[in-house]
């Protein structure tokens, strides 16, 4: 099965930045996407990014784009996320996923494996 961590979450300002890292694990590790969720208290989980594992290619939540840069290093079995200019409503717990089937969906129900999430807190 896969495993997968999610770190650096924290406490950042307004305007600030924080970049959360999901490594892999897994003799089983071969997706073919990788992506972010978040979810608020009380609220349900949300799409965030994903990117494609073979070409690289990126998608975003509209709220994220042109902020948030999902990345990947192979090599590593490791994903990331960049997210800049965070504002209060980006306070979410993070999690990563992945799924191997060939979808471009933003439905959580489309991954099949799931890290334990990193809390992130963006305040005002």
């Known amino acids: 099965q896969v495993q997968l961590v999610e770190s650096g979450g924290g406490l950042v300002q307004a305007g600030g930045s924080l970049t959360l890292s999901c490594a892999a694990s897994?003799?089983?590790?071969?997706?073919?996407?990788m992506a972010w969720f978040r979810q608020a208290p009380g609220k349900e989980r949300d799409f965030v990014s994903f990117i494609i594992w073979g070409t690289g290619t990126k998608r975003y939540e509209d709220s994220v784009q042109g902020r948030f840069t999902i990345s990947k290093d192979n090599a590593k079995n490791t994903v990331y996320l960049q997210m800049n200019s965070l504002k209060p409503e980006d306070t979410a717990v993070y999690y990563c996923?992945?799924?191997?089937?060939?979808?471009?969906?933003?439905?959580?129900?489309?991954?099949?494996?799931w890290g334990q999430g990193t809390q992130v807190t963006v305040s005002s």
């Open positions: 897994g003799s089983s590790f071969s997706p073919y996407r």
């Open positions: 996923a992945s799924s191997s089937g060939v979808s471009w969906s933003r439905r959580e129900a489309d991954f099949g494996s």
